[in-house]
């Protein structure tokens, strides 16, 4: 199991060379959006509009921390499920995000869309929300504010810890790693 | 008779809800790193010594545990000898996990209405199930419950025909359709017999024994044993990862049955194995 450090934004390159099942530490910038998030950027690129921040490289971490005590950067901050995702996945790597950080297995298009616009899909441990928190160094709300613990926040990250799950190569850690230890 | 002030309850529950989101019980932590040392898959290992320094961390008393710190579950054991001074029971613990999810930082996930979906902001009301029992004390258990692991929960109303088997096969049906969803290492809650809400209640309850410690009928142990040990074949492992690791414990809960009926129920917890008491 190799261990791979990355920078944001990610080029083409770096996401060839993840493979599922690597651990990875992200350093830079990410950006936090959830359902209702997801909604509206999708409706502004139908639209042909501009999104309120530039995607191009980036990755998008699906997350809803917990309250952020005076004095910290942030809450908890573990990952939730990607799976509702689904559907917006294919059009914000279209739209030029290298990929996503989530937890869960996602499906319904997302690998195909992994694949041609070179994305990865990074796992982070559900529920590791403390230790994840940890490695958030600053925290900037971008849009949407109404949203409350759904708007979109930048946040400067430093070693976040995350597996790849799911590779732009078709690799799928949830099927094979499942597979090898499965005993019947 | 004897008088305990609807402060005090309060008061004892704001505790709890702090207590139980940001320590993880002794047991579970146990378990935790018990199953580092005997996973095989290099990623589940990796991810369970994150599971391991992120309990730890959250001890510490900034960072709760998980973000999804829970719907509000109680069960609570009210002796006969007992009276409420004050306000009533249900209004003393809503009071509670008020102050404590406001004060604890800890987040609020719970919806006015369903369809609605508007935030009720304090994490109340909670869902409490009570019971009266001999003497003059008051028990109040708390088990946080997340989203996660909670939607991957059912009843199956089976047949009486369907047997134990039957009841096997639905339990290691269910949790490989849950796989990587209820963040395992999982807890699986058994519920046998009752009627439909009293085997949910069951499996629910059942998530709060001590890992560990085995049902008190031979039969039930042996079959919390096995179930065990077939969950552990899946080769789910932490965070569905791939590994042998897949739960730490299953609990079984009974209750006696109608002559037509055989209704059983799962409900999983996550490593987050969240649930604190307190005895007033
Ligand atoms: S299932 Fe448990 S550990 Fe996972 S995100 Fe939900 S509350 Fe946290």
Redesign the pocket.
């Given at each position: 199991m190799a261990q791979k450090k990355i920078t944001t934004p990610l080029t083409d390159e770096v996401v060839k060379d993840l493979k599922a099942g690597d651990d990875v530490l992200i350093s830079g910038p990410i950006y936090t959006a959830r359902d209702a998030a997801h909604k509206r950027m999708v409706e502004l690129l139908d639209k042909g509009e501009k999104l309120p921040f530039d995607i191009k490289g980036h990755l998008i971490y699906y997350a809803g921390p917990s309250p952020t005590r005076p004095g910290n950067v942030i809450g908890s901050a573990?990952p939730t499920t990607s799976g509702r995702m689904n559907k917006y996945a294919p059009r914000i790597l279209e739209a030029g995000s290298k990929g996503m950080i989530g937890k869960g297995e996602m499906s319904g298009g997302v690998q195909e869309a992994l694949k041609k616009h070179t994305g990865v899909y990074m796992a982070a441990v559900?529920?590791a929300a403390a230790l994840i928190a940890k490695s958030v160094v600053k925290n900037e709300l971008v849009a949407w504010e109404e949203l409350g613990a759904e708007a979109i926040k930048k946040l400067t990250v430093k070693d976040f810890p995350a597996i790849v799950v799911q590779d732009c190569h078709g690799g799928n850690l949830y099927q094979e790693g499942v597979k090898k230890y499965q005993r019947t | 008779m004897r008088e305990i002030s609807s402060k005090d309850i309060t008061k004892a529950v704001k505790d709890l809800c702090v207590d139980a989101n940001y320590n993880l019980g002794e047991d579970v932590q146990d378990a935790l790193r018990k199953a580092y040392e005997k996973e095989e898959s290099p990623v589940s290992k990796a991810t369970l010594k994150q599971i391991i320094d992120n309990f730890e961390i959250a001890k510490q008393g900034e960072f709760p545990i998980?973000q999804?710190t829970?719907f509000g579950v109680f069960f609570v054991e009210m002796g006969d000898q007992v009276i409420i001074k004050g306000n009533n029971l249900f209004d003393a613990i809503n009071e509670g996990v008020r102050q404590g999810y406001t004060d604890g930082y800890l987040r609020k996930s719970i919806l006015a209405d369903p369809i609605e979906r508007k935030n009720t902001g304090d994490n109340t009301p909670a869902v409490i199930h009570l019971d009266v029992v001999k003497g003059d004390k008051l028990k109040i258990i708390i088990a946080p419950k997340?989203?996660?692991?909670e939607n991957m929960s059912e009843v199956k109303m089976m047949k009486p025909a369907d047997g134990v088997e039957g009841v096997k096969e639905f339990v290691i049906d269910k949790v490989k359709r849950s796989g990587s969803n209820?963040?395992p290492p999982i807890v699986v809650g058994v519920g046998i017999g009752g009627t439909f809400e009293k085997c949910a209640e069951m499996a629910k309850r059942a998530l709060l024994r001590t890992i560990g410690s085995k049902h008190s009928n031979p039969f039930y142990a042996k079959l919390e044993e096995e179930l065990l040990e077939k969950v552990n074949k899946l080769g789910i492992g932490a965070q569905g990862f791939g590994g042998t690791q897949t739960a730490l414990a299953v609990f079984v809960e009974t209750y006696p049955c109608h002559i037509a009926s055989f209704p059983a129920a799962v409900n999983i917890n996550?490593?987050?194995a969240r649930h604190k008491e307190v005895i007033l």
């Amino acid at each position: 199991m190799a261990q791979k450090k990355i920078t944001t934004p990610l080029t083409d390159e770096v996401v060839k060379d993840l493979k599922a099942g690597d651990d990875v530490l992200i350093s830079g910038p990410i950006y936090t959006a959830r359902d209702a998030a997801h909604k509206r950027m999708v409706e502004l690129l139908d639209k042909g509009e501009k999104l309120p921040f530039d995607i191009k490289g980036h990755l998008i971490y699906y997350a809803g921390p917990s309250p952020t005590r005076p004095g910290n950067v942030i809450g908890s901050a573990g990952p939730t499920t990607s799976g509702r995702m689904n559907k917006y996945a294919p059009r914000i790597l279209e739209a030029g995000s290298k990929g996503m950080i989530g937890k869960g297995e996602m499906s319904g298009g997302v690998q195909e869309a992994l694949k041609k616009h070179t994305g990865v899909y990074m796992a982070a441990v559900g529920g590791a929300a403390a230790l994840i928190a940890k490695s958030v160094v600053k925290n900037e709300l971008v849009a949407w504010e109404e949203l409350g613990a759904e708007a979109i926040k930048k946040l400067t990250v430093k070693d976040f810890p995350a597996i790849v799950v799911q590779d732009c190569h078709g690799g799928n850690l949830y099927q094979e790693g499942v597979k090898k230890y499965q005993r019947t | 008779m004897r008088e305990i002030s609807s402060k005090d309850i309060t008061k004892a529950v704001k505790d709890l809800c702090v207590d139980a989101n940001y320590n993880l019980g002794e047991d579970v932590q146990d378990a935790l790193r018990k199953a580092y040392e005997k996973e095989e898959s290099p990623v589940s290992k990796a991810t369970l010594k994150q599971i391991i320094d992120n309990f730890e961390i959250a001890k510490q008393g900034e960072f709760p545990i998980c973000q999804d710190t829970g719907f509000g579950v109680f069960f609570v054991e009210m002796g006969d000898q007992v009276i409420i001074k004050g306000n009533n029971l249900f209004d003393a613990i809503n009071e509670g996990v008020r102050q404590g999810y406001t004060d604890g930082y800890l987040r609020k996930s719970i919806l006015a209405d369903p369809i609605e979906r508007k935030n009720t902001g304090d994490n109340t009301p909670a869902v409490i199930h009570l019971d009266v029992v001999k003497g003059d004390k008051l028990k109040i258990i708390i088990a946080p419950k997340g989203g996660g692991s909670e939607n991957m929960s059912e009843v199956k109303m089976m047949k009486p025909a369907d047997g134990v088997e039957g009841v096997k096969e639905f339990v290691i049906d269910k949790v490989k359709r849950s796989g990587s969803n209820p963040c395992p290492p999982i807890v699986v809650g058994v519920g046998i017999g009752g009627t439909f809400e009293k085997c949910a209640e069951m499996a629910k309850r059942a998530l709060l024994r001590t890992i560990g410690s085995k049902h008190s009928n031979p039969f039930y142990a042996k079959l919390e044993e096995e179930l065990l040990e077939k969950v552990n074949k899946l080769g789910i492992g932490a965070q569905g990862f791939g590994g042998t690791q897949t739960a730490l414990a299953v609990f079984v809960e009974t209750y006696p049955c109608h002559i037509a009926s055989f209704p059983a129920a799962v409900n999983i917890n996550c490593h987050a194995a969240r649930h604190k008491e307190v005895i007033l």
